[in-house]
């Protein structure tokens, strides 16, 4: 007799997978269901930022501020010149010095930059231990017995290391023995030379070279080891002049900030000072040098100016002797003072133009532009001289011997005064650059900034998790609403099985050597995910309605999602209702349903079927009332052939006469045919989804493939649903559920 279920009404509609729309709202749902993965990635992600906050280098900075002030002109009176082409801030210029290698190399020289002396600290936490013991605590104690590291405490003073050229910027190490003795070895752990504090130490390199040291200065357990390494002069001038920060504070003012930052607060005010200090030298230099060189050129003017002068004189009273004295007009008293006027320009023009073509080519700007004032000067003397001629004869001679006196004169002082002048700057020792603010010992480290890190590292963490659970999202193509089934699929849902800690626990505590694991239905009778098969059982009673027998298929896309746990406890929940219950093990080839009832895997289905044991042999009866358990037996070598067999099918005409409920555990669909045989023969089919396991592809292929067999497909059961928060979520399928116990 055919016992399939003819109730079946057309086909399964074609589902419709595009869904490409965005849901704010399941979005946002989604992000408050994955919270506690938000939180762990943004915990771990601050705790590693908290992590190096508090292990990285602390970074100190401090500065130095200066006024460069302009240097007047070395000629009076040609100021105009200096700014005539909109040249640059006197500061620009002293910005480059600041930043050259030769002031950086007189404070390598000074401070002994060149030689780099680091403790071997225990890698990644080493150097944090070390500061967190600080420097005025004494030596630390070695952690573990690791007495190579340092750990706080250990200082090195080295003064002087000279290296022949293959040994340098090569890591040295120095390692600390008793009283004050020390050895230092090459990198490939080949001994240099043995010495003690406050004793030059010599040797020959393996060439001959010679190589010394001198340590003043060695506080460190016996067997700590330091790195030492000789870097070249012009590298490390070159490294402090990337490092420094110069600028000037304000276009024009003439006022220079010198920055600079370091892991050493003392080296940090020491290199600032030393660069400093050198500056201000050469700045003093370099002006006594100029100083010297105008104080030539002017020495050798002087001569040539002082006779002119004399001539001028002896012409002037030669004149006199013969004509006797002779009374200007004003008229001749006014040309003679313009005269005089432009003769003195003229003049002072002539030295700046000698002075400058030693500074500028022939044809620069500046030297153009004075050239033009020159020539301008001379025509307006020239209209002058045709005024002057004019006069009367002993009017002009007059006024020109004269004006000779009174130029010469003045040009002889102007000069003169110069002179003076520089000899007074070449000799001083102050140059036209000063201190405003020197270089303090900063208090606090400006990096890292460790509130502003933990905050963030807080917000990467956040985002990253946030990112990761919209990764997993996108990854993960599950279908995770049961509507969407019903809607796609055309088949509805009959349940939706909350995940279970309960079963977790159970099935932990068969993993530490218990003979059973026994059913969650007999074992928490209160779990919420008893209470959906409960009202499961609820709706297969009116479903069993329509159908011809109540033996009801339970099978599944894939292994691994639940079958055998729902097949076992809904057999349970429906025994458990007064209803005499078979529970039936079909998977004959991975069939596990007898571990919950705690009996090894014996003759059973397979054996009942080929007739090797009677039905009463086979089936056992369970330690719950109503309920019976016909395990699937030996595995057999043809298990679907035995399913395909008149025998099986008789079978199942008893089973059906003997029970009021018939609950087979098939195999998975798509593996193997079992479940579609099995299926044909029961009044209801059900196919289990596991929450956000199956693509939508693998259900409507797994329901086609029923179908095809000659399978009604009665629905779904969704198995595994995790308890979530969010409007969306299947757990709030069960917010008005309350628990109590069986008595």
Sequence with gaps: M??????????VREPE???????????????????????????????????????????????????VEEQSASIGGMDEFSSMFGTESPAAAEIEIIKSRTIGGQAVDE????????????????AAVARLHGQDNGIADSWLGLDSYAWGGEVLGLDRLELPSYLINQPLTLIAGDSGTYRLLDEEGRELLAGSVDKPAEARGAGGERIGIFVSRLEARPGTTFVVTKRPRWQVA?????????????KGTGVIR???????????????????????????????????????????????????????ESRLNDYRSEVGSVDLTLETQTFLQQAAEFEKALSELRLKRTELIEKFTPNHPVISSLEQKIEQLKAEQAALEAQIRELPEEQQHSLQFTRDVRVANELYMLLLNKSQEMRVVKAGTVGNARIIDPAYLPPEPVKPKKSLVLVLGLLLGIMAGVAAALLRRVLNKGVEDPDILEKQLGLPTFASILHSSREEQLALKKGKGKTARPLLALAERDDLAIEALRSLRTSLQFAAMDTDNAIITISGPSPGIGKSFISGNLAAVVADAGKRTLLIDADMRKGHLHEYFGIKRTRG???????????????????QANLDFLPSGIVPPNPAELLMSSRFQALMEEFKDDYD???????????????????????MTFIVVRSGRHPLRELDLTVKRLQQSGVDVNGFIFNDVPLKSSRYGYGGYYGYAYQYSYK
């Design 2 to 11: 055919d016992m399939r279920n003819n109730t079946a009404e057309g086909a």
């Design 17 to 67: 997978y595009a869904d490409d729309e965005i849901d704010l709202g399941e979005l946002l749902a989604h992000l408050i269901d994955a919270k506690w993965l938000i939180a762990g990635i943004a915990a771990a992600i601050t705790a590693l930022a908290g992590i190096y906050a508090f292990t990285a280098t602390p970074i100190y900075q401090s500065d130095v501020l200066l006024q």
């Design 111 to 126: 401070l002994g930059l060149d030689i780099a002396v680091q403790p071997n600290y225990f890698p990644l936490i080493g």
């Design 238 to 250: 070159q490294d402090l002049r990337d490092q420094l920060s110069v600028s000037e504070q304000g």
């Design 258 to 312: 010198v920055g600079l930052e370091h892991s050493d607060p003392q080296r940090l005010e020491q290199i600032l000072s030393s660069v400093t200090n050198a500056y201000l030298r050469q700045n003093v230099e370099r002006r006594s040098r100029e100083a010297e060189k105008t104080l030539e050129f002017l020495n050798e003017q002087l001569p040539a100016l002082k006779a002119e002068l004399t001539t001028a």
């Design 605 to 623: 289905l397979s054996e009942l079927i080929s007739g090797e044991v009677t039905k009463e042999e086979a089936v056992r009866p369970t330690e």
């Design 661 to 683: 409920s018939v609950i087979i555990d098939t195999p998975p669909a798509l593996a193997v045919t079992d479940a579609s045989i099995v299926g044909r023969l029961s009044g």
